[in-house]
């Protein structure tokens, strides 16, 4: 079975760092995503690990230790637009055709 | 980077009618589109994935003959919603890979399924 894991919800202060956690059981592991999702909108991706470390992009970094079955998603410099859930994602090559498993999200809110 | 578009972005339906929703790529070819549906607060579900020439594979607990869908070419799949209820209300998103684009799934922006 699959199973993916993260926070409900989060509350973080603007100008501040947050990290928002991601652990992961599933039978096969081909990449992990990180999406942002606004209330009402589709998906936007965020960033990709395969291997473990650290991969940045902007204000943006994601972690990941496949040994561990976890990753982060760390947002540095918070501003109010950052406010959105946040779904990580288990690409699982038995799954098929880049198939991808989302786990429930984090709602983050960003407050003044 | 790739766009992917959905048409109608909402729709209101009278139950027991049906609902064809587009999802189109519109400047990469998609080898592979899938269908996911969204219940407020909730993570997105696979319903199904679809390659171009083939028949939909349908996730453990999808009526394929409810949820119809169609993958004629590299660049449009549709789902129909077969005699709709209320149940069936929900926010539908598309998503499509590329051969160009193994690393990421671009998105749709969603429909949002009113049934009445």
């Known amino acids: 079975g699959q199973n993916i894991d993260q926070p409900t919800e989060m509350t973080a202060t603007e100008g501040a760092i947050v990290q928002i956690n991601c652990t992961y059981q599933?039978?096969?592991?081909?990449?992990l995503f990180w999406y942002q999702q606004h209330a009402g909108e589709a998906p936007t991706f965020l960033s990709y690990?395969?291997?473990?470390g650290l991969e940045e992009k902007g204000r943006f970094s994601s972690f990941l230790s496949r040994s561990k079955g976890y990753s982060y998603l760390l947002l540095k410099e918070l501003q109010m637009k950052d406010s959105a859930s946040y779904l990580c994602?288990?690409?699982?090559?038995?799954?098929?055709?880049?198939?991808?498993?989302f786990g429930k999200g984090t709602k983050l809110s960003v407050i003044p | 980077g790739a766009v992917v578009s959905q048409h109608p972005s909402w729709v209101i339906c009278k139950s027991g009618t049906s609902v064809k929703i587009e999802c189109r790529s519109l400047d990469f070819q998609a080898t592979t589109m899938f269908w996911y549906r969204q219940f407020p607060k909730q993570s997105l579900m696979l319903m199904a994935t679809?390659?171009?020439?083939?028949?939909?594979?349908?996730e453990q607990g999808v009526e394929k003959d409810k949820f119809l869908i169609n993958h004629a070419s590299l660049t449009l799949s549709t789902l129909t919603v077969t005699s709709a209820h209320p149940e069936d209300s929900s926010f539908y998103i598309c998503?499509?890979?590329?051969?160009?684009?193994?690393?990421?799934?671009?998105f749709g922006p969603g429909t949002r399924l009113t049934v009445l």
């Open positions: 599933t039978s096969g592991f081909n990449g």
């Open positions: 679809s390659n171009e020439g083939s028949k939909a594979t349908y």
């Open positions: 998503s499509a890979n590329g051969a160009d684009h193994y690393n990421e799934q671009f």
């Open positions: 994602a288990v690409r699982d090559p038995g799954a098929g055709s880049y198939q991808l498993t």
């Open positions: 690990n395969v291997l473990d």
